[in-house]
């Protein structure tokens, strides 16, 4: 499970040290309606992926 940020051994890390996945991870289709676009749009988006930064490894694993 998701550990606590809570307490002496808590792993606290600023918003900004989030990457872009990690912060797409917590998106909802309500927060794309506060942010303006038009419910007739978000209702066309079946399934939100998220994607993680790719590391060196990953990219040579991909390429080769």
């Known amino acids: 499970g998701k550990g606590s940020a809570m307490g002496f051994g808590a792993d606290v890390r600023n918003n900004d040290d989030r ?7 917590d998106l909802e289709p309500e927060d794309l309606l506060k942010f303006g676009l038009i419910p007739e749009f978000v209702g066309r988006l079946p399934v939100l992926a998220t994607l993680e930064d790719l590391d060196e490894d990953a990219l040579v694993t991909i390429l080769t």
């Open 19 to 25: 990457g872009v996945g990690e912060v797409f991870q």
